[in-house]
């Protein structure tokens, strides 16, 4: 009974899902007060406070999860849900170009496509993040392996590529939508920047990922017996990549060609 | 087995802390269920306000403003807190006992997706600040929505994308439960029917929920940012608003009626005292439902100018799921058909919830044919068909869930008398309430109007409908008195008062925090419906 006692304290409890709860209540608020009160001071400290209080609950209930937690290896499959839904949210984003490029197929080629658009480099960045989906692979190989500093450098390359691929692509929106590209100008535009702005938002989280990943790889609290956490992180990363190819042939090649 | 697990501490003692901190899918399932409940009577009091207004022609009491606001609130929370929530809070509580598991397979997911839907309340709440409120409607279509008359459309766009966001954690959390941790002996043929139900709400919410997110996603982006996904100026479509809409929206129905279905089948087999008739095809029709659940969507813009060919190949479809729908009813019937039915509180709400969702049903069909609805769209024909399938067929199973496992929640038994009475009152009140809105529907009266021309008729049937309303008003508190009061003096609760076969009933009332600590060993031919057999 005595054995209850100290299991039931430790199990039923957790004081981290409640600050990620008020920082995922103060993000929407954030956003509100900038958009729709505007007010920018206000939506500053909420959206900053809210930030705060998702990374330090998300950083100490993975520490939970590591120093007490069970790993029963459920989260491969929980993943996989959750990428199916993801990838349903992206569905949305193409059937709007998608439609848009049937429906208006001639202005769209004669007026919407802009000058500067190129394809070489959605190629360089598929390569970019192709490659990224290699290192991080061989970072799961290596882990399994257990070896810690091998797979440490194979993240760190991921995430050189993924920083390399986040910076390349925002330096190649500033340079489109001062040719007056931009998300207003057209159904083209929305779709455009839509698609890919929502694919580099997937990227960062991939990116945020891996950087957990790491500080626990680091502390040696991840290791080949308790790495589902980063399984999923992986399975994660690839389908991002995966999901680029469309991203890109849709928003450069379908988009982009005089046709 | 049974005497040696040792009760320690039921839920509610738990201290407030415990509470906040909480990770037990027995309390987060309680919260949930207060929240609903909370919801579902603010909700309620706004649909009070709006008979009030509806009771004369002309304006009474309330503003067309505010009455805008108050029916998209009402639906927004009726939907998205009642019919949606209130299955979180059974399948919380409930999944586990019936597999023969300590908890959810990710519990503290499971606090942050109760927290993500409190944050969403929050929102809701928020809309009650007079500037922020919201009036274009649960559906929230462009370019009303998009125009700022509508009222704050950020609000309505993060009250889809939190909900939304909580129902994605909780499904996958539910599934990755019963997919993997299931108790040996427990297969996908001989297990509950409400975790059948629960699980395909959960495969629909999460492959649903995506879709609205996007679109509202868009319709904050053509709002606020000045994209133009539904601005046909410039390449755009109001109509695929719709679309991304209905393709959640339509299977969300079945998010609300799939999981009654499946407590009106514990309930009726318990009572009838007989196992499920036809259990098999009961699966297979949940899963057929949840599946064609998918490709009936247009239904609900037969007259937004799609393509005929469409529109007949989803009339078809539409027409198609009252096949399983009607097997579930015929094998509900099976199930009676020589039972030694008892006629407790639980069985009499879902023998309601069965007959109105007849009714709903009915009222569907011809909805589902162009040549009729193009007629009643939008009229209260609409209105009172959803009302009889969410209003009653739901919302009775909800109730009769409620009374069905409080002696298992609360280890205490409720007073049957009040029960009785409760049910008599809102089965009156609701009948009085939504059939004339069938009939005034077909007489023309358009929905989500806060006048109506002086028509004799009219005024009349509005009338009947705001006593039923107040009637119904009614029966809800005494139903909700009839539980508190068991709560605070009913008699103890034994562990299985129905003499149930299910897994859960075979724990103390209420259940010790770990629910089983060992792994439970069924006997080989377990099968959770029917008469106690162990
Ligand atoms: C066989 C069963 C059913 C059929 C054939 C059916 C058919 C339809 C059709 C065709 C409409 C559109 C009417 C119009 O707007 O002109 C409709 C509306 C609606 N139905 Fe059903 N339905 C069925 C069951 C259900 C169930 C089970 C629910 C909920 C649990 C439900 C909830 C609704 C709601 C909420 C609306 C109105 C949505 C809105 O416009 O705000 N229906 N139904
Ligand atoms: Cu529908």
Same mark, same amino acid.
């Given at each position: 009974m005595a054995h209850e006692v100290a299991h039931h304290g430790e199990h039923e409890v957790s004081i981290w899902p409640l600050p990620v709860g008020v920082g995922v209540l103060l993000i929407p608020l954030a956003i509100t007060a900038f958009f729709a009160w505007k007010a920018p001071l206000a939506a500053l400290l909420a959206g900053g406070v809210g930030l705060a209080l998702i990374i330090v609950g998300a950083t100490g209930w993975a520490y939970e999860f590591f120093t007490?937690?069970? =790993? #029963?290896?459920?989260g491969w499959i929980a993943i996989f849900f959750f990428i199916i839904s993801e990838i349903i949210i992206f569905g949305t984003m193409f059937v709007a170009f998608w439609m848009a490029r049937v429906n208006h197929a001639e202005v769209w080629v004669n007026s919407?496509?802009? #000058?500067?658009?190129?394809l070489s480099i959605p190629a360089f960045l598929t390569l970019v993040l192709w490659a990224s989906s290699f290192t991080i692979w061989r970072a799961e190989v290596a882990l399994e392996q257990g070896s810690r500093s091998k797979a440490t450098t194979y993240i760190l390359i991921t995430m050189a590529l993924g920083i390399l691929f986040t910076v390349m692509h925002v330096s190649e929106w500033v340079h489109l939508w001062h040719q007056g590209f931009t998300l207003m100008s057209n159904m083209y535009g929305t779709g455009f920047y839509a698609l890919t702005g929502i694919h580099t938002s997937h990227v960062i989280v991939g990116l945020i990922l891996q950087a957990y990943a790491l500080m626990f790889i680091l502390s040696g609290k991840m290791n080949e017996k308790k790495m589902t956490m980063f399984s999923a992180t992986v399975a994660y990363w690839h389908f991002v990549d995966i999901m680029w190819l469309l991203v890109a042939s849709t928003a450069y090649v379908v988009g982009g060609l005089h046709i | 087995m049974r005497e040696a697990i040792h009760i320690e501490k039921p839920w509610f003692s738990a201290s407030l802390k415990e509470w906040i901190f909480t990770t037990d899918h027995k309390k987060i399932g309680i919260m949930y269920g207060i929240t609903s409940l909370v919801f579902f009577i603010v909700g309620g009091i706004m649909a009070l306000g709006m008979r009030v207004e509806l009771f004369n022609p002309g304006t009474q009491h309330v503003s067309p403003d505010t009455y805008n606001y108050f029916l998209t609130v009402h639906g927004a929370l009726m939907l998205l807190w009642w019919a949606i929530g209130i299955w979180g809070a059974f399948a919380n509580f409930l999944i586990p006992l019936m597999i023969g598991a300590r908890d959810v397979a990710f519990p503290r997911l499971n606090a942050l997706g109760y927290w993500t839907f409190f944050a969403a309340s929050v929102i809701a709440l928020i809309t009650l600040i007079p500037g922020n409120q919201i009036m274009h409607m649960w559906t929230g279509y462009p370019p009303y929505s998009a125009n700022p008359n509508s009222g704050l459309t950020a609000l309505f766009v993060f009250i889809w994308h939190l909900t939304g966001a909580a129902s994605i954690m909780g499904a996958i959390n539910f599934l990755t439960t019963v997919v993997r941790m299931?108790?040996?002996?427990?297969g996908f043929f001989n297990m509950n029917l409400f975790l059948h139900g629960v699980s395909s709400m959960n495969l629909i919410q999460l492959l649903g929920i995506p879709s609205i997110a996007g679109a509202v996603t868009m319709l904050f982006l053509d709002t606020y940012v000045g994209t133009n996904f539904f601005n046909p100026a410039k390449g755009? =479509?109001?109509i695929l608003y719709q679309n991304l809409f209905w393709f959640y929206s339509h299977p969300a129905v079945y998010v609300m009626v799939l999981p009654a279905f499946g407590v009106i089948s514990e309930i009726v087999s318990t009572f009838a005292r007989k196992p499920i008739f036809g259990y098999k095809s009961m699966v297979v029709a949940i899963w057929a439902i949840a599946l064609v659940g998918?490709?009936?969507?247009?239904h609900h813009m037969f007259v937004s100018g799609i393509p005929d060919w469409v529109k007949i190949l989803m009339s078809y479809t539409t027409v198609l799921i009252g096949v399983p729908t009607g097997i579930k009813i015929f094998n509900w019937v099976g199930t009676l058909y020589r039972g030694a039915v008892v006629y407790k509180t639980p069985m009499l709400y879902a023998l309601g919830a069965i007959l109105m969702f007849l009714i709903g049903g009915l009222t569907g069909i011809p909805l589902g044919l162009p040549a009729f609805d193009i007629a009643v769209h939008d009229s209260y024909f609409v209105v009172g068909h959803f009302h009889y399938v969410l209003g009653m067929a739901v919302t009775l199973a909800a109730f009769g869930g409620f009374f069905y496992w409080w002696p298992k929640v609360t280890g205490r038994m409720y007073s049957e008398a009040l029960g009785k009475l409760s049910f008599w009152t809102i089965i009156v009140g609701s009948n009085v309430l939504y059939f004339p809105q069938l009939i005034v529907g077909l007489s023309g009266m358009p929905r989500r109007y806060y006048d109506y021309p002086v028509i004799g008729e009219w005024i009349t049937l509005h009338q009947i409908q705001t006593v039923g309303a107040f009637v119904l008003a009614f029966g809800i508190l005494l139903g909700i008195i009839a539980l508190i009061k068991g709560t605070l003096s009913g008699e103890k609760a034994p562990a299985n008062p129905w003499m149930s076969n299910s897994l859960e009933w075979r724990l103390p009332s209420p259940p010790p925090p770990h629910n089983f600590d060992e792994p439970p060993k069924v006997e080989k031919d377990y099968c959770p419906h029917g008469y106690c057999k162990f």
């Open positions: 007490k937690g069970h =790993d #029963e290896g459920h919407w496509i802009p #000058e500067g658009l190129s | 299931r108790a040996p002996g427990i755009g =479509d109001p998918f490709m009936v969507w247009t």
